[in-house]
């Protein structure tokens, strides 16, 4: 069975970066590999998705043109860079198989 770790948050000030990193261990990651995003008293949102194969991107339209998904299949790897970064952009973060799901890692960008 996969299972997931995210890694790469932290505290960062507005219009800063921070990558995420969601390794897999066990099997390889399926074709779909998504990050989302949660905050507390809201439900979790999507946040960027990517194929496997064709490595296919699509984007909430909160993050287009701020956030690049990306994978690294020979590493079990999926990124998430994080550019231009809003206070808004502050939750916990989680990477997802789309049945399977990290922990999740907290970022929170201060105004």
């Known amino acids: 069975q996969v299972q997931l770790v995210e890694s790469g948050g932290g505290l960062v000030q507005a219009g800063g970066s921070l990558r995420l990193t969601c390794a897999a261990s066990g099997r390889t990651f399926a074709s779909y590999a998504g990050w989302f995003r949660q905050t507390p008293g809201k439900e979790r949102e999507f946040v960027a998705t990517i194929t496997g194969v064709a490595g296919i991107t699509f984007y909430a339209d909160s993050v287009k043109g701020r956030f690049t998904i990306s994978r690294d299949n020979a590493k079990n790897t999926v990124y998430l860079q994080m550019n231009s970064l809003k206070p808004e952009d502050t939750a916990v973060y989680y990477c997802?198989?789309?049945?399977?799901w990290g922990q999740g890692t907290q970022v929170t960008v201060s105004s």
């Open positions: 997802t198989t789309g049945t399977i």
